[in-house]
């Protein structure tokens, strides 16, 4: 991965976590990784923990950000998530998990909460 791109994604998590504490979410912990992969932003509420996966794009040319989340992806970050909480990760028990996608653009970002 070029180190443009490797920015470019920087970015995109910095604003989906700032928009995250500016909605009142505590974001846990940022860009968790293990052998199978990576998660992006992982952010609590009360007893909601939310799973965050950002995909930054500087321009719609290759479609939506949020398209790049594919079954397989959406697969792939459940089991992320599952042995993050296996592992202990969670400071509290979760009475809900909630897996959202933030799609960012220059000057943009969407939230999509419950994505999958």
Known sequence: MTRARLLLGAIGEDRAAAWYRSQGYEVLVRNWRCREGELDLICAVGDRLVICEVKTRSSLAF?????????????????????????????????????????????????IEAAF
């Open 63 to 111: 479609g939506h950000p949020a398209e790049a989340v594919t079954r397989t992806k959406q697969q792939r970050i459940r089991g992320l998530a599952a042995r993050w909480l296996a592992e202990g990760g969670a400071p509290f028990v979760p009475r809900e998990i909630r897996f959202d996608v933030a799609a960012v653009l220059p000057g943009e970002i969407s939230v």
